[in-house]
Nanobody, 125 residues
Framework: QVQLVESGGGLVQAGDSLRLSCEFS????????MGWFRQAPGKEREFVAA????????YYADSVEDRFAISRDNAKNTMYLQMNSLKPEDTAVYYC??????????????????RGQGTQVTVSS
């Protein structure tokens, strides 16, 4: 049984930083690609970032590439999203997800097998 639990969200001001965490329960963490998605009110879910099984390859949405950093610690079964220079448009519920796929296709939500419940990030102007 795989379970993903996000934490680290909150209310911050524009320009601040936050670090989100995603804890993965299950024995296959080191073999899956992990990703972050977000969904703002009234908008569709969008890809934010992904990291392959050993952290060697990362993918980012254009809107966050120079501000966010994704990483993982396989020894702790945990993935992170360091978010810097936050903007009001980053406000959303952030979800972590896991997939057995690799390559650029991991930017697509449809290929993910598991998803967490989400953590709210609110950035005030």
């Amino acid at each position: 049984q795989v379970q993903l639990v996000e934490s680290g969200g909150g209310l911050v001001q524009a320009g601040d930083s936050l670090r989100l965490s995603c804890e993965f329960s299950g024995r296959a963490f080191s073999r899956v690609t992990m990703g972050w998605f977000r969904q703002a009110p009234g908008k569709e879910r969008e890809f934010v970032a992904a990291v392959d099984w050993d952290g060697g390859t990362t993918y980012y949405a254009d809107s966050v590439e120079d501000r966010f950093a994704i990483s993982r610690d396989n020894a702790k079964n945990t993935m992170y999203l360091q978010m810097n220079s936050l903007k009001p448009e980053d406000t959303a519920v952030y979800y972590c997800a896991a997939t057995r796929r690799s390559g650029r296709i991991v930017k697509e939500a449809r290929v993910y097998d598991y998803r967490g419940q989400g953590t709210q990030v609110t950035v005030s102007s």
